[in-house]
């Protein structure tokens, strides 16, 4: 945090000297005066806090090491006058930002220790005048390290500065001032005048690494257990969401597993080089890492393998990602250290910080005006030839009213982010009597809050956004008022799957993506995206003048000062309706349709893109991975995956173990039914079946699993299928008529 603070106030200071060496009347050592001047009120403010006042003992101190009289009354003024300003303590916004930074949490301690180092960082900025006035350049770093030395070989209550060069000795009733040459001369001395101290003995392992007889899983990794403890903690205190803990969890897993592939355990070896070859693997991996589950449980070398196919411009993590990693990492550190374990000292989690290379307001493109009217004239606002995917946007004759409909809308006329409008409630959606343009008028509003359909970004994000007239004119609470009466929840039930846990934004996406490309064909280019409409809501705002203040109650937002964010309360709703109103209007063109849903939305049917999990009815997990989680093996005693023609497996889930036998080789004759040959069996089947698996194929119900010795079908091919097999010595014979259930094995 020092070197940070430090060095920005280094370049601050620095400006300001270029600025005055242009002046004509430029007065170097006037400068150099107002420098020392303002480093001595810092020194004073850090060793004796905000309430710090120029005292008999203070002036004395500093008449000690030569300051002129004239000089300490001036620091004396500096100090009174920003105290009595209430600019002596920096903002505790920023104090927070500097604690989070370096992996920290923003409690009243770190907080008061983050004040202390800020105004140590500026008191020494300060002092580095011969830097800006005579040309003696010093490394940044060696200058840190320097001054870090000295501040811990002082004493607290000392007020001298690295420009004098002087040490205050601890004080008894006068102080006594020892110059640093003197002092290091001394100790040199000293140091001769002894025999040097015998060899430190080897190490003794600690009583856990003595202990440890056996390499460490993963789960038993210090590490790992200290980060669940982080975990649990910040879940209990509701300070992290699930994916958060989802996030916090992964990172420390993957930095455990760097530590076992590096044969570091103990916390004690745990030292910044590890971070490094943790940056280092971020540019090794592929961009998506993360996005599966299965990366969860690949090792080091598959995800760098990974990352090695792919092309460099989809190889490395982004600079947002990493420092967000980095920056839940500090927190487990900072956990650990809390719990009283040893760790490296010089562990610096700012040195690991990316710096973006594109500027925020340029990540993404803004839509103009002409933009969003090209949205909302494709076909599925206007009239389409079906509700499925591929028909939305051929035109028709029809307008369901569906997310795609009305959260696009509402996008572009609330500015609130995707998942905010995907997740909305029917009780999110409310309405208070209020006087409006001296009328009592209802004014309908959404509240954008975390419920248990989705989450919201921070605390900011919860507030009440008012609704945009012409979304009440195109019947949007006519909508909610027919989804509610259906017994939804959800205002948007058909963005919800009930066998997936992704973000329900993402469904939207996926329906509204190609209509966005369509609509702006050279979207990519220019960086427009779906969240592009939050993005031109709040610049529409910016270019009619709308204060800030204002712009954040409504995009949710945190307030620019203490003023706004804590001592005054969010716009009111009838103030806010004005604001929001002067964002273009792009949708006269549409008319008000009657309230037409989905079909399977009408009918409260499961959604057409729901994917049945496989081995179930789509209503829970599947088999095999119940097995898993139970710890059960997923083959059967014979050695071949389950479900298998195997007596130990369950009766409605034995399929039948097949190998497939020569192309020449037939099955014999059983009971008059005519036998055919395996392949002509098989290709019949498969093709019967319409799809291909190479592992495991349904035969008109029947489950083909892994090969076995000596089983063989028979059948008409019509309207009987049968498989017989040789188990344990016992024949063994299943068959499905073409009338009997599917699952129903006799």
Same mark, same amino acid.
Request: net charge positive; glycine share 6%; proline share 5%.
């Given at each position: ?12 200071? *620095?400006?300001?000297? &270029? ?5 004509? /009347?430029?007065? +170097? ?58 600019? &002596? ?34 008191? *020494? ?51 006594? !001032? ?6 290091? *001369? ?13 060899? /430190? ?28 403890? =982080? ?12 994916? #958060? ?60 393998? %990974? ?11 982004? @600079?947002?990602? =990493? ?6 990492? $500090? ?71 569906? @997310? ?18 995907? $997740?909305?409630? =029917? ?28 989450? %919201? ?24 008022? @027919? !989804?509610?009466?259906? $017994? ?9 799957? +009930? ?54 109650? %409504? ?29 273009? %209007? ?14 399977? =939305? ?5 959604? +057409? ?9 789509? &209503? ?52 008059? !039914? ?32 892994? +090969? ?5 079908? !028979?059948?008409?091919?019509? $309207? ?11 024949? #063994? ?14």
């Amino acid at each position: 945090m020092f070197r940070v603070v430090f060095t920005q106030h280094l370049d601050k200071l *620095e400006a300001v000297a &270029a600025r005055e060496r242009a002046e004509d /009347d430029f007065d +170097p050592e006037k400068s150099r005066r107002s420098e020392r001047v303002m480093g001595h009120v810092y020194r004073l403010l850090e060793t004796r806090g905000r309430a710090a006042a120029v005292d008999d003992r203070a002036a004395a101190q500093m008449a000690a090491q030569g300051i002129a009289p004239d000089e300490i009354a001036e620091i004396a003024f500096m100090l009174d006058l920003m105290q009595r300003q209430n600019v &002596a303590a920096e903002k505790k916004a920023r104090l927070a930002t500097l604690v989070e930074e370096v992996g920290g949490e923003p409690n009243p301690m770190n907080l008061a220790l983050a004040q202390e180092t800020v105004y140590r960082a500026f008191a *020494e900025a300060n002092f580095q005048s011969e830097r800006r006035h005579d040309g003696v350049r010093v490394e940044i770093e060696k200058t840190i390290a320097d001054i870090l030395k000295d501040h811990a070989e002082a004493p607290r209550d000392s007020v001298d500065h690295a420009e004098s060069r002087l040490v205050v000795a601890p004080l008894a009733s006068s102080p006594i !001032v020892v110059h640093r040459e003197a002092a290091a *001369e001394t100790a040199e001395g000293a140091r001769s005048e002894h025999a040097a101290p015998p060899a /430190d003995p080897a190490p003794t392992p600690s009583p856990a690494k003595a202990a440890r007889t056996k390499p460490l899983t993963l789960d038993e990794h210090p590490f790992v257990v200290l980060a669940e403890g =982080v975990i649990q903690k910040n879940a209990d205190a509701k300070a992290w969401d699930t994916k #958060s803990q989802r996030q916090v969890r992964q990172i420390s897993r993957l930095f455990a597993r760097l530590l076992l592939e590096q044969g570091v355990v103990e916390f004690e070896d745990i030292h910044q080089k590890h971070l490094g070859d943790l940056d280092d693997l971020f540019g090794a991996v592929a961009k998506s890492y993360g996005r599966s589950p299965r990366d969860n449980h690949r090792t080091l070398d598959q995800l760098r393998a %990974i990352g090695a196919a792919k092309p460099p411009s989809e190889r490395g993590l982004v @600079a947002g990602t =990493v420092n967000r990693h980095f920056s839940f990492l $500090g927190q487990v550190l900072a956990h650990i250290r809390s719990r009283g374990h040893k760790l490296d000292r010089d562990i610096d989690m700012t040195l690991m910080r990316r710096k973006s290379t594109e500027r925020g307001r340029t990540k993404r493109g803004l839509l103009t005006e002409a933009d969003a009217a090209a949205i909302f004239h494709l076909a599925f606002f206007t009239g389409c030839a079906g509700w499925k995917d591929d028909e939305v946007l051929i035109p028709g004759p029809h307008v369901f009213h569906r @997310a795609l409909y009305f959260a696009t809308l509402m996008l572009h006329y609330t500015g609130a982010r995707r998942e905010e409008i995907c $997740g909305l409630s =029917v009780r999110d959606v409310a309405y208070v009597d209020t006087v409006i343009d001296g009328e009592l008028q209802r004014l309908h509003y959404i509240k954008v809050r975390t419920s248990e359909i989705r989450r %919201i970004k921070n605390l900011y994000s919860e507030r009440s956004v008012a609704l945009h007239p012409e979304l009440i004119r195109l019947g949007f609470l006519d909508y909610v008022a @027919a !989804v509610r009466a259906l $017994g939804y929840e959800m205002v948007f039930p058909d963005l919800k799957s +009930p066998t997936s846990s992704s973000p329900l934004g993402d469904r939207l996406y996926d329906e509204l993506i190609d209509g966005l490309h369509q609509a702006i064909p050279d979207a990519k280019e220019r960086k427009k995206v779906i969240h592009s409409m939050r993005k031109s809501f709040g610049n529409s705002l910016k270019q009619k003048g709308i204060h800030s203040e204002i712009r954040s109650d %409504i995009m949710g937002h945190s307030g620019a000062t203490p003023t706004e964010e804590i001592y005054c309360d969010a716009i009111a709703l009838a103030d806010m309706l004005p604001s929001i109103m002067k964002i273009p %209007i792009v949708t006269t063109h549409l008319q008000p349709q009657p309230i037409r849903l989905l079909p399977w =939305v009408q009918d409260k049917l499961p959604p +057409p893109f729901s994917r049945k999990r496989r081995g179930t009815d789509g &209503a829970g997990l599947g088999r095999r991975r119940m097995r898993k989680i139970k710890g059960e093996s997923d083959r059967c005693c014979e050695g071949f995956r389950m479900p298998a023609l195997c007596e130990h497996a369950p009766l409605r889930s034995r399929g039948a173990g097949i190998r497939k036998p020569p192309r020449k080789e037939t099955a014999s004759r059983k009971g008059g !039914v005519a036998a055919a040959s395996y392949g002509d069996l098989w290709r019949r089947r498969r093709a019967s079946a319409g799809r291909r698996n190479d592992r495991r194929h349904r035969h008109g119900g029947f489950r083909v699993t892994e +090969p076995r010795e000596g089983a063989f079908f !028979v059948g008409d091919g019509i $309207g009987v299928f049968a498989a017989e097999t040789m188990m344990d010595g016992v024949q #063994s014979r299943f068959v499905r008529a073409a009338s009997q259930p599917q699952n129903d094995l006799r």
